[in-house]
Nanobody, 123 residues
Framework: QVQLEESGGGLVQAGGSLRLSCAASGRACSTSAMGWFRQASGEERELVAAISWSGISTYYSDSVKGRFTVSRDNAKKMVSLQMNSLKPEDTAVYYC????????????????WGQGTQVTVSS
């Protein structure tokens, strides 16, 4: 079992930055690939970033590449998403997810989800 809890969401102006954090607990959290998804109102949930259990490999969707950075600290059981140059279209609920399946990051498939944190970017 892996438990996930996000924090760090909020309201920011376009061009600003936010840092999301995900605290993980459970036996498998240090060996799980971790991902960040987002779901805007009326839209499907989409993967925006993922990181391998070692932290060596990362994946970013085209919409956030160059603006977002995913990182993890296995000793602290934390995963972070640094979001810079935010745009109104980044507005969504952001979810942390863990995967034990060993699939390539681009095909990240979640086994566990956090409860989500709202990010709102005003224009």
């Amino acid at each position: 079992q892996v438990q996930l809890e996000e924090s760090g969401g909020g309201l920011v102006q376009a061009g600003g930055s936010l840092r999301l954090s995900c605290a993980a607990s459970g036996r498998a959290c240090s060996t799980s690939a971790m991902g960040w998804f987002r779901q805007a109102s009326g839209e499907e949930r989409e993967l925006v970033a993922a990181i391998s259990w070692s932290g060596i490999s990362t994946y970013y969707s085209d919409s956030v590449k160059g603006r977002f950075t995913v990182s993890r600290d296995n000793a602290k059981k934390m995963v972070s998403l640094q979001m810079n140059s935010l745009k109104p279209e980044d507005t969504a609920v952001y979810y942390c997810a863990a995967s034990l399946r060993g699939t390539p990051l681009i095909r990240f498939s979640s086994d566990y989800w956090g409860q989500g944190t709202q990010v709102t970017v005003s224009s």
